[in-house]
C-alpha cells in the first residue's frame, strides 16, 4: 500500500501561488505514475498534472503554463506549483499513486482544500 498525505492547500488571493506537496510512503520512481487531480462541487475530478516514474512529466494543455509538476526521490514528495491562482482554481486537490500494471494499485490522498478568492 502507499500511503499519500497532501499539504500546502489553502486561501489565496487571485493572482497569487501556492506549492502543495504530496508526501509518499514509497519511493515515487516505484511509483509509475503519480498525478495531481482536482475536484470542484458538481464537476468531474480533473487531472491536472502527472509524472511518471518520478521523471517524465505530462499536462493537460489547459494547464500548462501554470502548473509545473515535479519530484524530489530522496524527499518521496511530489510538488505542485501553481501560479497566477484564479477563482476558478478553487478546488480540492488531490494527489494520485496509479499503476496499471501487476501489481496494480490505484491510492488516493485526503485532497488538500484550494480556494481561490477574487
Known amino acids: 500500500q502507499v500511503q499519500l498525505m497532501e499539504s500546502g492547500g489553502g486561501l489565496v488571493q487571485a493572482g497569487g501561488s501556492l506549492r502543495l506537496s504530496c508526501r509518499t510512503s514509497r519511493n515515487i520512481s516505484m511509483i509509475p505514475i503519480m498525478a495531481w487531480y482536482r475536484q470542484a462541487p458538481g464537476k468531474r475530478r480533473e487531472l491536472v498534472a502527472s509524472i511518471n516514474r518520478g521523471k517524465r512529466i505530462n499536462y493537460p494543455g489547459s494547464v500548462k503554463g501554470r502548473f509545473t509538476i515535479s519530484g524530489d526521490n530522496t524527499q518521496n514528495t511530489v510538488y505542485l506549483e501553481i501560479e497566477n491562482l484564479q477563482p476558478e482554481d478553487t478546488a480540492v486537490y488531490y494527489c494520485?499513486?496509479?499503476?496499471?500494471?501487476?501489481?496494480?494499485?490505484?491510492?488516493w490522498g485526503q485532497g488538500t482544500q484550494v480556494t481561490v478568492s477574487f
Open positions: 494520485n499513486a496509479l499503476s496499471t500494471q501487476f501489481p496494480r494499485f490505484d491510492y
